[in-house]
Nanobody
């Protein structure tokens, strides 16, 4: 199981931007499918986006398309989630994940979870 550590969460004003980072360790990380889920209290985890590093393709949830971008930062060897035009509805605990399969479907396709990083968007 790969170890995942998220960072970059915090408080941001609606309309602003934030970037989350995910540092991973594990033998399968280099060619793995990585992604992000988010969860608010009392609700199920929601797919945000994913990237298949070996194929160079991405997938996004409908609620974040056009606003969020997932990419690999080769200099830092991390998976990044660039979040723009943030809305109050984006407030959630964000998890970095390693996926079992491609294309991503739901939380059942997740092999490993990070501990989560809180993103709070204020008005």
């Amino acid at each position: 199981q790969v170890q995942l550590v998220e960072s970059g969460g915090g408080l941001v004003q609606a309309g602003g931007s934030l970037r989350l980072s995910c540092a991973a360790s594990g033998r399968t990380f280099g060619n793995s499918a990585m992604g992000w889920f988010r969860q608010v209290p009392g609700k199920q985890r929601e797919f945000v986006g994913a990237i298949w590093r070996g194929a160079g393709i991405t997938s996004y949830g409908d609620s974040v398309k056009g606003r969020f971008i997932i990419f690999v930062d080769n200099a830092k060897n991390t998976v990044e989630l660039q979040m723009d035009s943030l809305k109050i509805e984006d407030t959630a605990l964000y998890y970095c994940v390693k996926l079992r399969y491609w294309p991503p479907r739901n939380a059942d396709d997740v092999e490993s979870w990070g501990q989560g990083t809180q993103v709070t968007v204020s008005s």
